[in-house]
């Protein structure tokens, strides 16, 4: 099996694993990178959100084979110093209960920002429809954004 060279936070790694094996178990388990979580490992819930040359993939639906050369940035790379706006602000707002499916939240919504930097209430409650979550606390995370959008500008 070749190896599968992928760049992940800014830095080229080289995997043996299988092409097909999903890109949240590369990053997980040969990566040691445990912020993208599996939750339905069928890309319905969020949870393993990771950043594909800045948009939103679930990282439990894309074999490693495939991400050729995009850029994967995970929580993890979004800041290693957890300053980036919107980390900032889903602590300034209380976004997080369990806190289980977060990091995929942070993800979409730093790809949210990437395609609107002033995104709307619509904006963001379609973006976040796909998001399986029990803690309710959407208006938390809309606040949160647009903080973070103010932030950024």
């Not at 990053?27 to 069928?42: N, P, Q, W």
Request: hydrophobic share 40%; with cysteine; proline share 5%.
């Amino acid at each position: 099996m070749p190896a599968i060279s992928i760049t992940v936070n800014g830095v080229q790694k080289n995997l043996d694993v299988p092409a097909d094996m999903p890109l949240l178990w590369a990053l997980r388990d040969h990566l040691g990178l445990t912020g993208a979580k599996y939750g339905c490992g069928v890309g319905a819930c969020g949870s393993c959100a990771v950043l594909l040359d800045g948009v939103a993939f679930r990282s439990c639906q894309i074999g490693v084979g495939d991400v050729g050369a995009r850029k994967v940035i995970t929580i993890e790379g979004l800041s290693p110093n957890g300053d980036h706006p919107l980390q900032k602000a889903w602590v300034e707002h209380d976004v997080s209960q369990c806190g289980y499916c977060q990091t995929g939240k942070i993800i979409e919504a730093a790809a949210l920002l990437n395609r609107k930097p002033s995104p709307t209430d619509a904006d963001i409650d379609q973006t976040f429809s796909t998001h399986i979550c029990r803690c309710g606390t959407y208006q938390r995370i809309r606040e949160a954004i647009h903080a973070a959008a103010k932030a950024a500008r």
